[in-house]
């Protein structure tokens, strides 16, 4: 037996690593969710509470946080707790999951079709580049994992969910329909699209065995792994249902699921990938030399149709369960997703990485010389262009400024003790302060997210900062609702009104290339 295949995927994960784990802490430069989604699992480290003191006052987020599924701040607090915070530790965790994919994507390569389908996959997964990319590589896998969020831990599990189901159809295993559901389960655990997968499992079953699969048992093993790990995250919201239902309210737009208009709006001007106007102007706009994303636009379709015409030969039945979980999971990602962020899309990336690799493997073997002469080329065309952009994305962090120098430069402004409000991005180097988030006096001027909603002034007024940090982001928004036709003009009001009587001096302006412009104001007379 050739061992070829396990020296690429040795080969694979190495590679992975050496594009992933340089200057980690530096690039990209912090975004704004990444010290959001930080801040419950340093708590839960710290003082062994899951919430967030960025939002303290909105439906008790301090004492516990709903707002984001509990699997990955678990984890990252684990971490937090073993080896101490800071960039590092919290973008360990995505690069480990992205690790772990790697080896999923090739279990489930092998059960489709053995040990050179799991070696593609896991080459086209950290080399085929999908997005134009930005200031990073365009390849998902590679841009996902350096940035701290849940979503990359969905695959992950959705993907050894799926392993095992179809470890049960052929073992007719039952613990193996229980493990099904149990990574089932902590899929959606980690981000609530992970939930897809269940009626994924389900609809398979139903197809195959009609009404028996009420009386055969399979269906309910998969229940009841499922709802193992989700016993313990409905009894952690019911001791604070009220508080979960408010927190909720951030998200509500998302769940406007009895209007039809809003499934109409989600397929048709979705915010964000795979919604119908964002696919036409994207290929629309396509250069032909972007080899990566023409390989996944021509060739997934072309292996989901070549797998569901094979989908009475028994050999071809696991990847015919790939072909219609794919297809299933991109409906209901089109339907029922309001916001379509790129980020979501690594959750779909790896079932259309391993089609191709199938489709590839399944057209060499069948191919003549032309054939395969055509094939390498392009996997060789496939691999050049990912090399590229990823020494390009390297070349380009150098020059991207240190997160901890930045924010280092704006707590040397800031008098010790004091109550910061900045936005989310600039918390975990600033976390020595009592720190709150822009979006809580922001949000608190808001019905949609606010049972009782009160002006700027006074929102910011029951904080009682210290010092107030404005940076691009908040000067931009202000300036723009200084408009009267502005939809935020009361933010420009409000926010007037409470400069005219605290009184805000300005005692730092820190100029960057990377971060922009931070303006740190110092208010007078605070209230204690």
Known sequence: ?????????????????????????????????????????YKLATEGRLGSDLFTGYYGMERHHFEQMPLFPLMQAGLFRLFGVGVAQMRALPVACGLLLLLVVFAV????????????????????????????????????????????????????????????????????????????????????????WL??????????????????????????GFAGPWFFWVGYIATGWSDFVGQ????????????????????????????????????????????GTWTMLIGTPAAVAVALRRARDASSRTVCVLALASLAQLAMFVMLLKVKSLNYMIALWPLAALLLAWVGIWLWDRGRVATQVALATLLGLVVLEGGIHVSRAHT????????????????????PGSLVVGLQRYWLGLRQYRYRSWLLPIDSTNPLYSGEPISLDEALDRLNPGVILVDRHINDLMTDAARTESPNYQ?????EAFKKRRRPQLTCVIKDHTYGTMQVYLLSDPRH
């Open 1 to 41: 037996m050739t061992r070829w295949p396990h020296a690429i995927l040795l080969l694979g994960l190495v590679a992975y690593l050496f594009a992933t784990l340089p200057r980690l802490t530096v690039f990209p430069p912090m975004g704004e969710d990444e010290p959001w989604i930080a801040a419950a699992p």
């Open 109 to 196: 390569g092998r059960q489709l079709g053995g040990n050179r389908v799991g070696a593609l996959a896991v080459v086209l997964m950290i080399t085929l580049r999908v997005t134009e990319g930005g200031e990073g590589t365009g390849i998902l896998l590679l841009d996902r994992a350096r940035i701290n969020r849940y979503d990359i831990a969905v695959p992950v599990f959705a993907l050894l969910a799926l392993a095992a189901f179809n470890r049960a159809e052929h073992s007719r295993g039952g613990s193996w329909y229980v493990l099904t559901g149990f990574f089932t389960g902590l899929a959606s655990l980690s981000h609530l699209y992970g939930l897809f």
């Open 199 to 224: 009626p994924v499992f389900a609809g398979v079953l139903i197809v195959r065995h009609r009404w028996r699969v009420l009386r055969n048992g399979d269906l309910w093993l998969i229940l009841v």
């Open 248 to 291: 909720m309210r951030m998200d509500a737009a998302r769940f406007n699921l009895l209007d039809p208009r809003f499934y109409v709006d989600n397929v048709l001007h979705g915010d964000g990938p795979i919604s119908l106007d964002w696919a036409v102007r994207s290929i629309r706009g396509l250069a032909l030399t972007r080899v």
């Open 396 to 415: 380009h962090a150098r020059h991207v400024t240190p997160y901890d120098w930045y924010e280092s430069e704006v707590a040397g402004c800031i008098p």
């Open 491 to 495: 933010l420009h009001v409000g926010f």
